[in-house]
């Protein structure tokens, strides 16, 4: 630690953006790390578990990322508070051919694990290889940990939702706290173009972007911006907000002579579940204008709001291509910019971004202010919005702003911000909903309303609004296509019918063990002993053993989709002992608009007694694919044609005992596909009946 505050002290000095993780180095992928378990119907699920001793924080950046159509990929706190996923192909950066980088946002501990759900029948594996594990150190909050202000931003910032933030409600919805290559901090916000249809163009400054560079280096996947992040009211004693993050953007623009950058993020804030957009208006006059604030992620926290009167001049800081100005005592506080508050934007009285953030510049002319040291001394710097338009003249797209924000070509020295155009209205659907399209822009027409897929809900309505009922449980998208200047734009929202759609969820029957514990899993892609439940929306899921009087119930008390982990014990595992008779077990699962039906088809438990079996290898050694045969040794022929007495598992370790791989049977057989291991030498343990039979196996390709 003392040298990393040896460290950090440099980067201030420096002018670089606040770090708050360190970034370990590491080789972990879908080969040489974690357990992959076949399950029966042969999908297939890998998990790692990643320990940081005394991390507040872990967060993960890949080299290679890719998931295949129908995969899906989970993160998760050891206490299931916080979760990421599910991240799907629509999460890629590059393609199969083209293999991009990636990174997942913070999670909140010091061990996180991560679960792959494979479907069976895909023939790819996808990849997911992590280059660095990085360990959150400091600047480390969230709705459950706690924080020293001192070991935050200063005690002086106003919240933005503080009534000095009151005027300033749609703007602050355009501001994002940026994680830097995972490990750094700074903020930028959403600008506004002349076509007005949302495109997802995202100002900061070019010192954020440590290396990265239009013409050189574009490609940010590593970058996530976290939107909405404030506390939902004034006091610091609010909730920290749930952090509502998209990853990757591509610099399409930067230039130093001004300090500016602009991006265009990859995944669009407007379609990530939650998040409200807004896009900033620009005035590129060069005339700062009198009075405005600055909106800002001081030290990566929560929104904060800094008022400033008067005009801003000439940076005597730096040069004639900044605005310099300080910041006013408030009702509420003294905001001032501080680290992480870099690429923040300036905007004036008439709402409109003049400059991003560059900070104090020179610090022997404009020394460094903050809360605890007269901060109504600070003077800050912001690059010229002005100046970045014709990126001090020069005629390269890349080093300015007009080509991208003036698509159409009229020239306007200012331009309105705008709302998101969204269309309104519940993600659900109990009976029926309305949805309206709402913030449509100037000029444009709703040319067409598509229901996807369609036989799900019946369509009623005209103009802007539709009216959507339900005729079959499911999901649908709901899009919505607009005629612009700048051609046609569609605008979707998915939207959940009617109860949980029993037929998505499955349940598998565990081994036959020396306690005779069975456990029951419903999962779309993630196993029983996560206990995340299957679909988005649900809420319950219900157990019961039908001939029995128990009935099991679960219920998520850690945020939607979760259940904690006391919850496991007592809401899904069923012990059962071995001269019971056989049980069946069924489910059903309840979502806002109530209970699903039962699963048609309850699972038999039959443990009855476990009896003697044999098991076959073969073949041995083994290319692609490893079969392991169970034959009755007994003398009642009959049961070796019952599915529920052919249960067992099979797990392959490497030399060093590290489990690699894991199958459950189906029908007396468990297939495993041996491709992804490594030529070598490995040890196969058969579990049956309380049992481990232990077997040696050879893998060559």
């Avoid at 770090?19 to 879908?30: A, D, Q, T």
């Avoid at 940076?315 to 910019?337: E, K, P």
């Avoid at 002993?529 to 850690?558: A, D, F, K, R, Y």
């Avoid at 019952?642 to 392959?652: D, G, K, L, P, Y």
Wanted: charged share 15%; hydrophobic share 30%; net charge negative.
């Amino acid at each position: 630690m003392p040298q990393l505050e040896e460290e950090d002290e440099k980067d201030e000095a420096n002018g670089l953006p606040p770090r708050f993780g360190f970034p370990h180095e590491v080789n972990f992928n879908l080969r040489n790390s974690g357990i992959w378990t076949v399950l029966p119907n042969g999908d297939k699920i890998w998990q790692l578990t990643i320990r940081c001793p005394d991390a507040l924080s872990i967060n993960l950046l890949y080299d290679q990322f890719f998931l295949p159509e129908g995969a899906k990929l989970f993160l998760f706190t050891n206490d299931r508070h916080h979760v990421i996923g599910a991240l799907t192909s629509r999460n890629n950066k590059g393609t199969a051919k083209e293999i991009q980088g990636y990174a997942t946002g913070l999670l909140y501990g010091d061990e996180i694990t991560l679960e792959y759900f494979l479907p069976g029948g895909l023939k790819e594996q996808g990849v997911v290889s992590i280059s660095h594990v990085v360990q959150g150190y400091r600047y480390i909050a969230s709705n459950d940990s706690v924080v020293s202000r001192s070991e935050y931003s200063g005690d002086c910032q106003v919240n933005v939702n503080c009534s000095e933030g009151a005027g300033w409600q749609q703007e602050k919805n355009a501001v994002a706290l940026i994680l830097v290559g995972g490990i750094r901090s700074c903020t930028g916000s959403l600008v506004n173009n002349t076509c007005n249809d949302d495109r997802p163009l995202f100002l900061t400054a070019d010192h954020c972007l440590l290396g990265g560079d239009a013409v050189d280096n574009p490609n940010l996947n590593t970058w996530s911006f976290y939107w909405n992040y404030e506390r939902p009211s004034c006091p610091n004693t609010t909730p920290y907000p749930a952090e509502k993050a998209t990853v990757g953007a591509t610099v399409l623009a930067n230039n130093a002579g001004s300090d500016f950058a602009l991006l265009n993020l990859t995944e669009d804030p407007k379609y990530k579940s939650g998040v409200i957009t807004s896009y900033l208006g620009w005035d590129r006059s060069g005339n700062a204008g009198t009075n405005g604030v600055g909106i800002h992620h001081p030290n990566g926290d929560v929104k904060k709001i800094a008022t400033y009167n008067g005009t801003p001049t000439n940076s005597t800081c730096l040069n004639a291509n900044f605005w310099q100005t300080g910041f006013i005592l408030t009702t509420n506080g003294h905001s001032v910019m501080e680290p992480g508050s870099s690429g923040s934007p300036l905007i004036n009285t008439s709402q409109r971004v003049i400059g991003q953030l560059f900070g104090p510049g020179n610090t022997i002319l404009c020394p460094i202010h903050l809360c605890n040291n007269h901060p109504e001394l600070q003077e800050v710097s912001y690059g010229k919005f002005s100046v970045s338009w014709t990126g001090g003249g020069n005629l390269d797209n890349r080093r300015r702003l007009s080509p991208w924000l003036d698509p159409l070509g009229t020239a306007p020295t200012t331009l309105d911000g705008k709302a998101g155009t969204v269309l309104s209205g519940l993600d659900y659907i109990c009976n029926s909903e309305t949805y309206t399209l709402m913030n449509i822009p100037t000029g444009a027409t709703i040319t067409g309303w598509n229901v996807s897929p369609s036989g799900l809900v019946s369509v009623s309505g005209s103009g802007n609004s539709r009216t959507l009922t339900k005729l079959f449980n499911g999901q649908v998208t709901l899009t919505v296509t607009l005629s612009t200047a700048c051609g046609n734009w569609d605008i979707h929202k998915v939207i959940s019918v009617g109860v949980p759609d029993h037929t998505q969820f499955k349940i598998f029957q565990s081994t036959c063990n020396g306690s005779y514990t069975v456990g029951f899993g419903a999962y779309t892609g993630s196993t029983i002993n996560q206990c995340s439940l299957p679909q988005s929306g649900v809420l319950e899921i219900e157990w019961q053993v039908i001939n029995s009087s128990g009935t099991h119930t679960i219920s998520p008390n850690m945020g939607p989709g979760v259940c904690s982990s006391s919850t496991v014990t007592t809401g899904i595992l069923v012990n059962f002992s071995n001269n019971s008779p056989p049980k069946y077990v069924r489910f059903r699962a309840r979502n806002i608009c109530g209970w699903s039906d039962w699963i048609p088809q309850p699972l038999m438990v039959d443990f009855s007694g476990c009896n003697p079996w044999g098991f076959t290898v073969h073949p041995n050694p083994a290319n692609n694919l490893l079969k392991v045969t169970m034959n009755y040794m007994g003398e009642d022929k009959a049961l070796n044609r019952q599915e529920n007495w052919t249960v067992f598992e099979v797990t392959i370790y490497n030399d060093n005992g590290q489990r690699l791989l894991r199958g459950e049977s189906k029908n007396g057989e468990v297939a495993l596909d041996t491709s992804i291991l490594p030529e070598d030498i490995y040890i196969m343990h058969i579990s049956h009946n309380g049992e481990i039979i232990k077997k040696q196996v050879v893998i060559y390709h």
